[in-house]
């Protein structure tokens, strides 16, 4: 049996949630959050609690039991609380602006980069150098603050880039002089 499958999900008080067939509708003070399950799992709510069970013991069935599981975690946790993560602008000249629900970064280039939020993630200048991306739905987060930093990766010889605020950069020794 998984490991992770076999917890039940506790649900916070205030949180709705709605299982049709395979369809989940998960409601709470932030949100609303939908997913499907796939075929092979099922989900029960009872007594405040959601227990994910699997029909068979094929091995992507057994994936799928855990996965499961913490997707309609996450979405609990994502209605109740939200998900945040903070990035962090390194480099001489590197600097973010609040411009609307967009940030727009000076990062090097000869043009400012305008990154634009997707519906349901809110994306927020706290300084010059520090963002921060938060929303109820943690993949999206996640997927933005990625998509941020890909514009320009922390480099390993200065640190400089956009990184995570918790990313530790390995840096290099540069040349040496004979």
Same mark, same amino acid.
């Given at each position: 049996m998984s490991r992770v499958g076999r917890n039940p999900i506790p649900l916070p008080a205030g949180t709705k949630v709605t299982i049709n067939d395979r369809h989940l509708h998960v409601k709470g003070k932030l949100g609303e959050l939908e997913w499907s399950l796939p075929k092979c799992i099922s989900a029960v709510l009872e007594d405040n609690v959601i227990v994910v069970s699997r029909i068979g013991e094929a091995k992507h069935e057994r994936?799928?039991?855990?996965?499961?599981?913490?997707l309609l975690a996450n979405m609990v946790t994502g209605v109740n609380q939200g998900f945040s993560k903070s990035l962090e602008l390194v480099g001489v000249g590197y600097k973010a602006e =609040?411009? !609307?629900? %967009? %940030? =727009? +970064?000076?990062? !090097?280039? $000869?043009? @400012?980069?305008?990154c634009l939020p997707p519906d349901g993630v809110t994306i927020k200048v706290e300084s010059p150098t520090r963002? /921060?991306?938060? !929303?109820?739905? @943690? =993949? +999206? &987060?996640?997927? /933005?603050?990625? $998509?941020?930093? @890909? &514009?320009r990766p922390p480099e390993p010889y200065k640190g400089k880039g956009i990184k995570y605020s918790d990313e530790i950069v390995r840096r290099k020794a540069g040349k040496s002089a004979k």
């Open positions: 994936a799928l039991h855990g996965l499961s599981r913490a =609040q411009r !609307g629900p %967009a %940030a =727009q +970064l000076a990062v !090097g280039y $000869s043009h @400012k980069i305008i963002i /921060t991306i938060s !929303g109820i739905d @943690k =993949q +999206l &987060v996640g997927e /933005t603050a990625a $998509s941020i930093r @890909k &514009v």
